[in-house]
Every structure is written in C-alpha cells, then in structure tokens.
C-alpha cells in the first residue's frame, strides 16, 4: 500500500504537469491573438503609407512621368519596414519601383513580409495602383518580446505556486486523513467504530474469510451515566476499552459500535475455535472494579458469539444474531456469554410478538387484576390482598405474568403497565367501598423502572385525590434485588412514596443481601418471606425464616409468609410469630368480583372469612 508522502508527492507532480499544460495551452492562445493585433497594427500603418503615395502620385500616372513617380517613391527610404514598392498605371505598367532597378522578382514577399496596396486615383476613378511589400521582423521581434515576457513571469508565478500548491495539497491530505479518521474511529476511546467494523465485514465478504463476532454490552451501564454524569461515563468507556484490549490475542479487531456496546472481531480458519476463550478472556478483565472519579464502580458484561458462516448464512446476519445472543445473556442474570443458537432467534420472534400484542392490550381491555388474599396466621381473618396482573390474548390465550413481565421490564412499556395496576387497584378499591365493603388494602408490585421514575408520586397522588381512596389502602412492593440495584435511588424514591401515607413492602425477602443495619434505614413497613424458604418448610427452610422473623420484629416490621400451602408450613408460621400468610392454601388468586363474594361478604368474623383493613 502506498505511504501518504509518495501519494502527496505523486499528487504534487500530476498537480505540476496539469498547471504546465495549461501554461502552454494559455500561452499559445495569448501569442497568436497577440500577433492578430501586431499584425494588424503594421497592416494599417502600411496601407496609411500606401495612401500618402497614391495620394501624390495620380499626374505621374497620368502622363507616364516615371521620375515624378520616383520623386514620389524617395520619401520611403525613411521607413525601414517598406522593402519595396512599385507605381503601377491601370494597364499593368510599372512606372516607377523602389528601390530603383530592382527586380521584383529578385525579392520574394515571404513569411516574414506583407503586401498592401492603395488604388491611385484621378477624379475619384482608380488610374493605377501603389503595392507596397512591408518586413514583418519588427512584428516579429515584438511578438518573441512578449512571448519572452510571458515565459519568464510564467516561471516566476510556476516558482511560487509550486510551494503554494505542495502545501494546500499537503493540508487537503491532512484534512482527508482526519475527515478518515473521525468516519472511522470513536471520538471517546479512540476504537475503530461502527462505520470500520461495517468495512471490516465487507472485506471479510470479499476474502471468503471465516469470522466470530464477540458482542458486549455493559450491564446497567445508564445507572453509571446518572450517578458520574456523562463525562464520568465516558472516562469509564475509556478504560473499559482499554481493558478489552489488553485481553485481545494478536489479529483481534475491537470496536466501540456505539452507546456501552462493544464487538471483538475474530477472522481466520480458527476463529470459531477461539472466540470462546476470547470471550471468557474479556469478561475476566471486569473483575477487578474500575476507578472514576476516586469511586470504585463494580461493572460487568454481558456478551454474545456468533460465527460465520456456522450461526449465519449471510454475514449481514452475524452482528445481529451477536445481538441476540448478548441480550439472551442479560436475561439469564447478566456477566456471562451466550453463544448464539437458533432457538434463540425463533425465542427473540416470540418475545417481539408478545412486546407488539402487549402494547395494545390496555388499550384492548385484555388485562385484568386478580387478588389473593392475605390472612392473619393466628385468626385466619383478612388482612388484605395482593394485586396480581393477568393477561388473556384473543390468539394467545393466557399468556402467564412470568412470560410478558420480562418482556415489558426490558423498555418503558413496564411504566405504562405499572400505572395501569396502580390506577385499577384503586379503583377497584373505591368500587367495593362503594358497595359499603370497607377499605380494603391491596398491595401491588413495584418494577425497577417505577422505582426510578420522577414522577411516579404525583401520579398517585392524582389517582388516590381522583378515587378517593385513602393512602394507607395502598401498599407498594419492590423486590429485594431492585433495591440493591441502587440502593440510593431506591431509598430516596421509597421515603417519598412512604411520606404520602403509603405502606411500603420488600417482596422475595431473603434473595438478596440485606443486612440488619441495611434494612433499618430502608423506609418500609413489612416484610414478605420469600416463597423459596417457605416451601422449604418443614426442612432447611425453617432456620432461615426464623433468621428473618427475629430481625424483622427487632426492626418493628410485620412479616408476610407468601407461598404457604400446606398445613404444616401454616402452623411453622403461626408458632414462630409470623403475622400473615399468603399461598394457595389460604387462597389462590381470583378476580375481583370473585373475591369480593368469597373475602368481603358479611360473614361470622369467628368463622375467619372477613377482617377488612382499613
């Protein structure tokens, strides 16, 4: 390949012989129209001369007078252009010649002379002629002056163009190798971008060379963005490429594809047998934390392999069954690669439906709220119920929360879902008020988005002021794992909704890593067991769920024991302290009209069907 100076070089003479040719090109234009107007100035002063003699020579033609003729020629010697000149009548006779007694014939009008010629005239009637044969040497000599003129401001202006040229050729090649440059690379880390892995591809395309594709994401990386700010989100890019690049073998390309996205590009007969070990490679290299700012951030990958042509049948399929792939990662719990299969592609088409379908379903009526109640252990009267989100798709059938919730969690349709439940739990509330049911307390679940959202409080301020419903009938549950997340954001978002009145729950308590100290600045008022430890129960599980009953009465929390299905875990609980109990033996799910005529009906009290909170 050539070197950018033998191109500039190459460029600069082209650029030289170009402004030669046009030189001459220009010069021989300007030359003969300069000698058009030099000879046609000596013309005219030739045929003015011709003039004066025909003018004193009509009575010499007249009467044949061959001396008055020369006595008319004599003045010419005084004009060093005119070789010769000849007094000639109508008939053809020359009269009278200049020089004397030369023989016309004995000088021959060549390139470098003219003739011109003036009638004699003799009361306005033509008598004779004057001819005149002119030397051209002085139009000559004027016309090789400019040319010689020319010539030399020519070379002075080639002299200080040729520089001038050499250095604006100089700064294009320079602005073009930048103009490259930023097409190719990332402002931020520096990486081949996006732009160069689409032309690494290509390439790859037409060399028939075999690829693998190691595609990374960062795990919660926005969360990074809005704690540093962008500048600290860049500087964490930054070494995080750094890091990448250290972990490559020789031949591996790395680019930043845009956003916290990264690809590893592998070609060669043994990529495929190497992008695993590349792979696991990388994600090793996010062990150790990374430092912005002075602060220790934890941060993982998560990343996808695909390979060419094994996993693709056309290469414009690699980058995006990576994709895949990668996503499938962040769905089994993140820091990890996932190879790409082809089930994973049929699953990604399944999850695309069930996102479009899902969208609509508000608008379409298709969601409903069930509720399953929530008893005192020892009086088996209800205390409330949990709010539990169903779907029933007229093709679909009814596709179950553990399928869509995902699938809504991973964009902003969960904040639309979120506020749906919220918005009829309320009024669902305020209709068996209404019915003169009392207020029932009815829990519903946080996502992690909700917990992040602004302006989540107003909303339910706006709900709760439009239902009428009073805040202490609304309980809000957010898993143990989404305050762990970011726990600050979580807290603050958590102090403001608990500050409106509203009773605060973690739901799968004991998943998590909570501590005692943690737990008593969280602004919660319950606890809920998770249903793992409950079903555990007679057995392991029992020691963990009197682990977390005495920290939660030493914290001043109530406890609910969710998951409760048999008699004996029933009866664990209620002799260990727990206050409530949740699960298929008290009382499955069921829609609201159904759970009113089972829950809300006015029954014995001692019968342990009814206790409304309110």
Same mark, same amino acid.
């Given at each position: 390949?050539?070197?950018?100076?033998?191109?500039?070089?190459a460029?600069?003479?082209?650029?030289?012989?170009?402004?030669?040719?046009?030189?001459?090109?220009?010069?021989?234009?300007?030359?003969?129209?300069?000698?058009?107007?030099?000879?046609?100035?000596f013309?005219?002063?030739?045929?003015?001369?011709?003039?004066?003699?025909?003018?004193?020579?009509?009575?010499?033609v007249?009467f044949?007078?061959?001396?008055?003729?020369?006595?008319?020629?004599?003045?010419?010697?005084?004009?060093?252009?005119?070789?010769?000149?000849?007094?000639?009548?109508?008939?053809?006779?020359?009269?009278?010649?200049?020089?004397?007694?030369?023989?016309?014939?004995?000088?021959p009008?060549?390139?470098?002379c003219?003739?011109?010629?003036?009638?004699?005239?003799? %009361?306005?009637?033509?008598?004779?002629t004057?001819?005149?044969?002119i030397?051209m040497?002085?139009?000559?000599?004027?016309?090789?002056?400019?040319?010689?003129?020319?010539? +030399?401001?020519?070379?002075?202006?080639?002299?200080?163009?040729?520089?001038?040229?050499?250095?604006?050729?100089?700064?294009?090649?320079?602005a073009e190798?930048?103009?490259?440059?930023?097409?190719?690379?990332?402002?931020?880390?520096?990486?081949?971008?996006r732009?160069a892995?689409?032309?690494?591809?290509?390439?790859?395309?037409?060399?028939? %060379? !075999?690829?693998?594709?190691?595609?990374?994401?960062l795990?919660r990386?926005?969360?990074?963005?809005?704690?540093?700010?962008?500048?600290?989100?860049?500087?964490?890019? !930054?070494?995080?490429?750094?890091?990448?690049?250290?972990?490559?073998?020789?031949?591996?390309?790395?680019?930043?594809?845009?956003?916290?996205?990264?690809?590893?590009?592998?070609?060669?007969?043994?990529?495929?047998?190497?992008?695993?070990?590349?792979?696991?490679?990388?994600?090793?290299?996010?062990?150790?934390?990374?430092?912005?700012?002075?602060?220790?951030?934890?941060?993982?990958?998560?990343?996808?392999?695909?390979?060419?042509?094994?996993?693709?049948?056309?290469?414009?399929?690699?980058?995006?069954?990576?994709?895949?792939?990668?996503?499938?990662?962040?769905?089994?719990? %993140?820091n990890?690669?996932?190879?790409?299969e082809? %089930?994973?592609?049929?699953?990604?088409?399944?999850?695309?439906?069930?996102?479009?379908?899902?969208?609509?379903?508000?608008?379409?009526?298709?969601?409903?709220?069930?509720?399953?109640?929530?008893?005192?252990?020892?009086?088996?009267?209800?205390?409330?119920?949990?709010?539990?989100?169903?779907?029933?798709?007229?093709?679909?059938?009814?596709?179950?929360?553990?399928?869509?919730?995902?699938?809504?969690?991973?964009?902003?349709?969960?904040l639309?879902?979120?506020?749906?439940?919220?918005?009829?739990?309320?009024?669902?509330?305020?209709?068996?008020?209404?019915?003169?049911?009392?207020?029932?307390?009815?829990?519903?679940?946080?996502?992690?988005?909700?917990?992040?959202?602004?302006?989540?409080?107003?909303? +339910?301020?706006?709900?709760? !002021?439009?239902?009428?419903?009073?805040?202490?009938?609304?309980?809000?549950?957010?898993?143990?794992?989404?305050l762990?997340?970011?726990?600050?954001?979580?807290?603050?978002?958590?102090?403001?909704? !608990?500050?409106r009145?509203?009773?605060?729950?973690?739901?799968?308590?004991?998943?998590?890593?909570?501590s005692?100290?943690?737990?008593?600045?969280?602004?919660?008022?319950?606890?809920?067991?998770?249903?793992?430890?409950?079903?555990?129960v007679?057995?392991?599980?029992?020691?963990?769920?009197?682990?977390?009953?005495?920290?939660?009465h030493?914290?001043?929390?109530?406890?609910?024991?969710?998951?409760?299905?048999?008699?004996a875990?029933?009866?664990?609980?209620?002799?260990?302290?727990?206050?409530?109990?949740?699960?298929?033996?008290?009382?499955?799910?069921?829609?609201?009209?159904?759970?009113?005529?089972?829950?809300?009906?006015?029954?014995?009290?001692?019968?342990?069907?009814?206790?409304?909170?309110?």
């Amino acid at each position: 390949m050539s070197t950018p100076g033998f191109r500039t070089s190459a460029s600069v003479r082209t650029s030289a012989i170009v402004a030669t040719v046009v030189l001459l090109v220009a010069g021989c234009v300007l030359m003969l129209i300069q000698w058009i107007d030099i000879r046609r100035e000596f013309l005219a002063d030739a045929e003015a001369q011709a003039r004066v003699v025909a003018s004193g020579s009509a009575a010499a033609v007249m009467f044949r007078d061959s001396a008055g003729a020369r006595e008319t020629l004599a003045p010419l010697v005084s004009v060093p252009a005119v070789r010769q000149a000849d007094i000639v009548a109508r008939d053809g006779e020359v009269i009278a010649r200049y020089p004397d007694g030369v023989d016309a014939a004995a000088r021959p009008c060549g390139y470098d002379c003219a003739r011109v010629s003036a009638p004699v005239l003799f %009361r306005d009637q033509p008598v004779g002629t004057v001819r005149l044969q002119i030397s051209m040497k002085r139009a000559h000599g004027r016309l090789g002056s400019l040319a010689i003129a020319f010539c +030399i401001a020519s070379a002075v202006a080639y002299a200080l163009a040729l520089p001038l040229m050499r250095g604006m050729r100089e700064r294009v090649r320079r602005a073009e190798a930048q103009l490259h440059h930023l097409a190719h690379n990332d402002p931020i880390t520096g990486l081949l971008n996006r732009n160069a892995f689409n032309a690494q591809l290509e390439h790859a395309r037409t060399r028939n %060379r !075999r690829l693998a594709l190691v595609q990374l994401d960062l795990d919660r990386f926005k969360d990074v963005n809005d704690k540093l700010g962008h500048q600290g989100g860049d500087a964490l890019l !930054r070494q995080v490429g750094h890091r990448i690049a250290d972990a490559l073998p020789a031949g591996a390309r790395l680019f930043r594809l845009g956003g916290d996205e990264f690809a590893v590009l592998l070609a060669g007969d043994d990529a495929a047998a190497r992008v695993g070990g590349v792979a696991d490679a990388v994600l090793d290299r996010f062990v150790v934390p990374f430092t912005v700012d002075g602060l220790s951030l934890r941060i993982t990958a998560s990343a996808g392999i695909s390979r060419w042509p094994e996993d693709a049948a056309r290469l414009e399929e690699l980058a995006a069954n990576a994709d895949i792939a990668m996503y499938c990662a962040k769905r089994e719990g %993140r820091n990890r690669a996932v190879r790409f299969e082809p %089930r994973l592609r049929q699953a990604q088409l399944a999850r695309i439906g069930v996102r479009e379908a899902l969208g609509q379903a508000v608008a379409a009526g298709q969601l409903a709220l069930h509720y399953q109640p929530q008893v005192c252990a020892d009086s088996g009267r209800l205390l409330g119920a949990e709010a539990l989100l169903r779907w029933t798709h007229p093709a679909l059938g009814v596709v179950p929360p553990s399928t869509f919730i995902p699938i809504a969690e991973e964009g902003p349709l969960i904040l639309e879902l979120g506020r749906w439940v919220i918005g009829e739990a309320c009024r669902q509330i305020a209709a068996w008020h209404a019915q003169g049911r009392g207020h029932v307390r009815l829990a519903v679940n946080l996502s992690v988005r909700q917990t992040r959202e602004d302006a989540l409080p107003g909303f +339910i301020d706006e709900v709760l !002021r439009s239902t009428g419903v009073p805040a202490h009938c609304l309980e809000l549950e957010v898993t143990e794992s989404v305050l762990m997340e970011d726990a600050d954001v979580a807290v603050a978002q958590l102090a403001r909704l !608990r500050a409106r009145g509203l009773h605060m729950a973690i739901d799968d308590f004991g998943t998590g890593y909570s501590s005692m100290a943690y737990l008593k600045r969280l602004p919660i008022d319950k606890l809920k067991i998770d249903m793992a430890f409950t079903q555990a129960v007679p057995g392991d599980g029992e020691a963990i769920a009197t682990a977390i009953l005495a920290m939660a009465h030493t914290l001043g929390l109530s406890v609910v024991a969710e998951g409760v299905e048999t008699p004996a875990q029933r009866d664990f609980f209620r002799q260990a302290g727990c206050q409530q109990l949740q699960g298929y033996l008290i009382g499955r799910a069921v829609p609201g009209d159904e759970f009113a005529a089972r829950w809300l009906a006015a029954v014995d009290v001692a019968q342990g069907a009814v206790c409304v909170a309110g």
